[in-house]
């Protein structure tokens, strides 16, 4: 079983638009913010300066206010639906409104640490390192305007999760009835049971004809967004990132920084684990609306163990958690768990594996001391990816390899983790 380095350089040459890669030709035609972050990781493995590009064409997409889009328009000639003329953005290029989870700091620092050449290292974190500040200051000021330590996720998109049984109540509040025409071409590339529902599009870009009707001013979509939850995913990274930028900080920003990312860093790991449920044995998301922690046990319930925010009881809990997912499936680490009754192994965010997800969640789990489960998730994903290929996500009852082929980020995690040269399950 061996996963070839040239196979995977080959999908990012590939995928790559001038500076920027997209995730699979076809069905993502344009740059997604936490994609470009874990592309990054796989081209400073071969072409330290394509991977620099990476983020600075993410970062062209940035607003005056530091958001940094979900999707960057670059080039908006495709099909893609919803396209700009439906998300009315008014930032520096074409964009979506919302944003995704940031893993760019993780990203930067990463690559930071992996360069074999420092001075060119040196010369471009220089000038990343006060727009992801920025950007971080933005989370705090638009998705927590009360300063409750949990960042509030506007819309299931920024989620990064796109269909997670985690947001079926809270997206039940959702009016159905968007004012835009809704023009799928996703299940054009890929099998409609693979993909979300009519009813979920339409939700989807009712809460985007909304929020564009507000101008996207942050303080109005928080007034009025009828889709409000803390995701452990945008919260978790979150706080991860804020470490990696910390130590960044300590070389490109001043006391005064890293003074106010410190503070966030003790509010951040306090809230978080607020979130942590003895019933469900691991954390769990919550709804700002309703008030009622989400009872929904989800890969991102694993996430905290990425921003090293768990107690040594808690890491073993969560391991005997995933362990016994385990006992139902082949692969791990299944975006729903397999004992909850929304579990679809194929669809989307409700039961395949993602293998950037299994990345964080084995690494947290590494870095906690729980190291026979960390090297499960990762023999996993490589088993996954050497028999089925580089797919989007996985089956994980029988391996298949699901949505969409020939993907970035997929491609990426072989190389950077690495699975590749041997080391698969190491
Ligand atoms: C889907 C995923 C999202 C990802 C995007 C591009 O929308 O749910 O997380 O960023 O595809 O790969």
């Known amino acids: 079983m061996s996963i070839p380095v040239e196979a995977a350089r080959a999908i990012l040459r590939d995928n790559d638009r001038g500076g920027y890669t997209v995730p699979t030709a076809g069905l993502y035609p344009y740059q997604w913010n936490w994609d470009a972050a874990f592309v990054a990781m796989g081209w400073i493995t071969f072409d330290e300066p394509r991977a620099w590009r990476e983020f600075e064409r993410l970062l062209e997409g940035q607003w005056a206010d530091g958001m940094v889009p979900h999707i960057i ?42 360069a074999r050449d420092p001075q060119l290292a ?31 996720c506007l819309h299931p998109w920024e989620s990064g999760m796109d269909n997670s049984p985690a947001w079926d109540a809270a997206f039940a509040r959702v009016s159905p009835t968007p004012t835009t025409v809704i023009r799928r071409s996703d299940t054009g590339h890929v ?10 599009y339409k939700r989807v870009v009712a809460l985007i004809d909304l929020y564009a009707s507000l101008d996207w001013e942050p303080r109005r979509l928080w007034a009025h967004a009828p889709f409000k939850l803390a995701d452990l995913a945008i919260n978790a990274i979150l706080h991860r990132a804020n470490r990696d930028l910390l130590a960044l900080a300590e070389r490109f920003g001043t006391a005064a920084e890293r003074a106010e990312i410190s503070a966030r860093l003790e509010t951040t790991a306090a809230a978080i684990n607020r979130l942590w449920s003895d019933a469900a044995g691991l954390y769990l998301a919550f709804d700002l609306i309703s008030w009622q922690p989400i009872e929904a046990p989800i890969s991102a319930s694993f996430l905290p163990l990425w921003a090293g925010v768990a107690d040594a009881a808690r890491v073993r809990t969560m391991a005997a958690t995933l362990e016994r997912w385990a006992r139902k499936l082949r692969y791990l680490v299944p975006s729903t768990s397999p004992e909850d009754a929304r579990f679809e192994p194929k669809r989307y965010w409700r039961g395949p594996v993602w293998c950037m997800m299994n990345m964080m969640i084995a690494e947290g789990f590494r870095a906690g001391g729980a190291v026979d489960i960390a090297d499960r998730i990762k023999a996993d994903t490589a088993a996954l990816i050497s028999r089925a290929g580089f797919h989007e996500y996985f089956d994980p009852e029988t391996g298949a390899g699901l949505g969409g082929g020939r993907f970035s980020w997929t491609a990426a995690v072989a190389l950077s983790w690495p699975l590749i040269g041997g080391a698969a399950g190491a």
């Open 191 to 200: 099998g409609a049971e693979m993909r979300p529902s009519d009813d979920f």
């Open 73 to 114: 328009f670059h080039d908006p000639k495709t099909e893609y639906f919803p396209g700009p003329d439906v998300w009315k953005t008014r930032g520096p290029v074409p964009a979506s409104g919302i944003s995704q989870p940031p893993v760019l700091a993780t990203s930067v620092r990463h690559c930071r640490e992996a």
């Open 122 to 152: 040196e010369d471009r974190v220089a000038a990343l390192y006060p727009k992801i500040l920025a950007w971080h200051r933005w989370w705090v000021s638009a998705r927590d305007p009360e300063r409750s330590g949990l960042v509030g």
